[in-house]
């Protein structure tokens, strides 16, 4: 069964500085991995995905993942955090065969000033 | 624009009652996907389609029920046999039925017990 961890729930960081949320992924067949990003009292919003092309995604706000098979993670960055970042991301995996998606438990980022 | 409606925005359910959540999408897409959100817990699968007058179950889907009549349409009903509905609900829709697309997101819906 495919499964991913999302650790620390809460991550705090200064504005400027650099945003890291870890994300590692169980499987024994290529995955395909995103990150979302909710913010308060709505729904869901595509940040990036990797689907097997290049290890090294860039997605959207300035946000990149890499994948990293030998270590089972796709973790998220951004090199300077803004307080608009502050929001839940969410890391997400699905399979060649599978019909769903598989979400972490997600981690509340806080910007702070 | 394209995209997913969610209505209404908040619910409240009374005990015994049966609810219906709706979910409208204009993008064309032939998955469509219901979530339970609830704290700490990330996003539950509760039901999903992937074709007209098809869908499956999810992870949770007891005490919930389905239709899928029209492409654009996937309404959930919480019927009363859900003896914890207070959560958020989230709908999807994704373009096909591969596990590399991505799902598109309405704004859900906040379900209480009166």
């Known amino acids: 069964a495919q499964s991913v961890t999302q650790l620390g729930s809460h991550v705090s960081v200064s504005e400027g500085a650099l945003v890291l949320l870890r994300c590692n992924y169980s499987?024994?067949?290529?995955?395909?991995l995103f990150w979302y990003v909710q913010y308060p009292n709505q729904g869901l919003q595509l940040l990036l995905k990797?689907?097997?092309?290049?290890?090294l995604v860039k997605g959207i706000n300035g946000f990149e993942a890499e994948f990293k098979k030998s270590e089972t993670s796709f973790h998220l960055t951004k090199p300077s955090a803004h307080m608009s970042d502050a929001a839940e991301y969410f890391c997400?995996?699905?399979?060649?065969?599978?019909?769903?998606?598989?979400f972490g438990s997600g981690t509340q980022l806080t910007v702070l000033p | 624009d394209g995209g997913i409606t969610q209505s209404p925005k908040y619910l409240f359910r009374k005990e015994g009652q049966n609810v219906t959540l709706s979910c409208e999408q204009n993008l064309n897409h032939d998955a469509m996907y219901w979530y339970r959100q609830d704290p700490g817990q990330g996003l539950r699968l509760i039901y999903y389609s992937q074709i007209v007058n098809d869908f499956q179950k999810g992870d949770i889907a007891e005490g919930y029920s389905v239709s899928r009549e029209k492409k654009e349409s996937f309404p959930l009903t919480v019927t009363s046999a859900q003896k914890n509905p207070t959560a958020f609900y989230l709908c999807a829709s994704s373009r096909g039925q591969g596990a590399n697309q991505p799902q598109h997101f309405g704004d859900g819906t906040r379900l209480s017990i009166l």
């Open positions: 499987s024994s067949v290529p995955p395909y």
């Open positions: 990797y689907t097997s092309a290049a290890t």
């Open positions: 997400a995996v699905s399979y060649g065969s599978a019909r769903q998606l598989t």
